[in-house]
């Protein structure tokens, strides 16, 4: 039976990397996706959305519009990451299909509330409509089955601000309210994203499949590259959404940590900075299990693979 | 001129109690539904105390919608009780209503009004503003087509009755009232400044009782524990009208004087967290984004409430 999965994202060129994983594997069941602000605008990424669904052949999928706005602090989008369209330099022709008419935050409530621990929630962008749910329906922090979260910098630097990683720091009170929240969390921050490096002999290898999918990560992931050359002196690029959605099914891939894990509300330097209580003194519960060790090569096989599968399928 | 149409965000409340009472006793407005949130008791019971309220002012045609049990990210206040006693209108006991909330949450709710009738509804959010804010973010339509915000809550010059600095209100979801203060919608902010000028006295409460009506029963009742509360920590003899206020921007303007300012919320978590501060020397040069009460002839309206409760029906 596979895992039902509701996807919460920002598409976002690793966003869509992780759509393409959900579609090409059999242990998961992609049952909606509801979108984000963060790596571009609402609209935008709701139009991305959709568009990577039809080039898939899996426009059956339905896609929500959420929020449109972090909660409390001033938007924040990353052109200079992704792209003015979000996803790079890939063009992608304008879906046919429409968002649904639910909001994106009704849409989990929705779907955790009417099959009572069966739906796993997995956050790869701000975490806006995950908060805005729980305050709306508390009932889905006990009806979850699990949420995997794509966010935060434990002991690894901040990619954003030096302290913060992009999805906490765009919206830290709504991760202030999903990691205080109870729901069973699994979080995967930079700490092991960032061991993980798509590179272009990866790329090489998938565009040996001639496919729109091959084509279309070459040209998004050539402006991610770009970025990573330019602001991080990477080689290629990191690819932390679908290692996020990997773990929903092959948890293998890392080793974790059960910690009490916090988020930096109070507007000073460290705004957004996500960090763990290692020596909890006051021994708190911890609040989330988090992925601190991985097996890069592990991960990198599995979407390879699983990524020219897809293609091979889709001509 | 037609009434004013108004929604109230309540957490009932003494005061809260009292507001609906003054709003249903007023023809200068029109009162189209209550939503209801946590705040001076948990929403559950401050849902129970909107619908019994209305059924004793024989009013249980006015829908009532739930709304949001937490804030958005401060712990539940816990202090309520004190003031407002158990039930959360003090002594009164109502019984238990018959009608039932509207299926819609109340974020949705105000949504679905408020976009119906675009500059139609003035909402009057007398609690913590979770529920105000989820709208906003929710719908971002609903910033431009709300006509307007009447808020009791913050407190400019007359220090905090939560903490040293903050007023209840807004110390109870700081970051709610920060996303509304920011939202851009007209708001007119009835603050500690002058709610502290209109005081109900239990003269007042007894004058009332002469004529013996339900509704001077229930008046006293309900603020027989908030009365005690402000004779035990304030040393006075009656009670801060501070949601009922808000109605007199309706019903008797002439005794307010405002002042528009740039106000802003504490949310950085330190002492100050939940205070409100306005910029009344415009260093910031920021522009003002409310409209503040900063005056009142407090004994005309005590009066004035006085008259209208005189003038009501209810109970049995």
Same mark, same amino acid.
């Given at each position: ?25 059999? *242990? ?51 052109? *200079? ?25 009704? %849409? ?15 956050? $790869? ?23 995997? $979260? ?18 906490? %720091? ?146 | ?232 920590? *304030? ?44 910029? %009344? ?19 005309? %309206? ?15």
């Amino acid at each position: 039976m596979p895992k039902h999965i509701i996807l919460d994202t920002d598409p976002g060129i690793d966003d869509s990397l992780a759509i393409l994983l959900a579609l090409a594997s059999p *242990e998961v069941a992609l049952d909606g996706i509801s979108t984000i602000h963060g790596n571009a605008s609402t609209a935008q990424v709701t139009r991305n959305a959709l568009a990577i669904l039809e080039l898939a052949k899996a426009s059956h999928i339905p896609v929500y519009k959420g929020c449109d706005l972090p909660l409390v602090k001033e938007s924040l989008l990353s052109p *200079e990451t992704h792209g003015d369209t979000g996803l790079g330099y890939a063009t992608l022709s304008e879906p046919l299909i429409k968002p649904q008419i639910k909001h994106g935050s009704d %849409f989990l409530i929705e779907q955790i509330m009417s099959r009572p621990g069966e739906v796993t929630l997995v956050a $790869i962008g701000p975490l806006t409509n995950v908060a805005l749910a729980i305050r709306k329906e508390p009932r889905i922090v006990q009806n979850v089955k699990e949420v995997f $979260i794509m966010g935060g910098a434990i002991k690894h630097q901040g990619n954003t601000t030096p302290l913060a990683e992009f999805n906490t %720091f765009v919206d830290p009170h709504a991760a202030h309210i999903v990691f205080h929240s109870g729901m069973p969390i699994t979080l995967t921050p930079l700490d092991v994203t960032y061991q993980c490096i798509f590179m272009k002999e990866d790329l090489e290898r998938l565009q040996r499949i001639d496919s729109p999918i091959t084509k279309f990560i070459a040209d998004a992931t050539r402006f991610y590259m770009e970025f990573h050359d330019e602001y991080q002196q990477i080689d290629g690029c990191v690819i932390n959404d679908p290692m996020t959605l990997a773990l929903t099914f092959m948890p293998e891939i890392c080793d974790y940590q059960n910690l009490v894990v916090d988020v930096d509300v109070s507007t000073g330097v460290g705004l957004g900075n996500t960090f763990a209580d290692f020596y909890n003194y006051e021994k708190k519960r911890p609040n989330m299990r988090v992925a601190m060790g991985v097996r890069p090569r592990m991960f990198m096989d599995l979407f390879l693979e699983r990524i020219e599968r897809l293609a091979k399928s889709i001509s | 001129m037609p009434p004013t149409r108004i929604i109230i965000d309540t957490d009932p409340g003494v005061d809260d109690a009292l507001t609906i009472l003054l709003a249903l006793a007023s023809p200068e407005i029109k009162l189209e539904a209550l939503t209801t949130v946590h705040g001076n008791t948990h929403v559950d019971i401050t849902t129970r105390n909107a619908l019994a309220v209305l059924e004793f002012l024989h009013a249980e045609n006015i829908p009532v919608a739930k709304g949001c049990s937490l804030p958005l990210l401060v712990p539940l206040h816990k202090s309520g009780d004190a003031v407002h006693g158990k039930s959360g209108i003090g002594n009164a006991n109502l019984p238990d209503p018959k009608a039932t909330p509207v299926e819609t949450h109340a974020i949705d709710y105000l949504i679905e009004r408020v976009l119906a009738e675009p500059n139609e509804i003035s909402i009057f959010p007398i609690a913590p503003l979770t529920n105000i804010a989820l709208a906003i973010r929710k719908e971002p339509r609903f910033a431009e087509t709300v006509k307007e915000l009447v808020i009791m809550g913050g407190s400019l010059r007359a220090g905090g009755n939560i903490t040293p600095a903050a007023e209840f209100n807004i110390h109870a979801d700081p970051h709610a009232a920060h996303i509304v203060f920011h939202s851009g919608i007209p708001i007119t902010l009835i603050p500690l400044d002058v709610t502290y000028k209109c005081l109900l006295t239990s003269a007042d409460v007894e004058r009332l009782n002469n004529n013996n009506s339900p509704i001077a029963r229930f008046v006293r009742d309900a603020t027989a524990v908030y009365m005690d509360f402000y004779k035990k920590y *304030e040393g006075f003899n009656g009670c801060a009208l501070h949601d009922p206020l808000t109605l007199a921007t309706v019903i008797a303007p002439d005794l307010l004087t405002f002042e528009n300012h740039y106000v802003d919320v504490d949310i950085s978590g330190g002492i100050s967290m939940g205070s409100t501060l306005a910029d %009344f020397m415009k260093v910031s040069k920021k522009p003002a984004n409310v409209k503040v009460a900063l005056g009142v002839r407090g004994r005309e %309206f005590v009066e004035l409430f006085l008259e209208r409760m005189m003038s009501l029906r209810g109970g049995a």
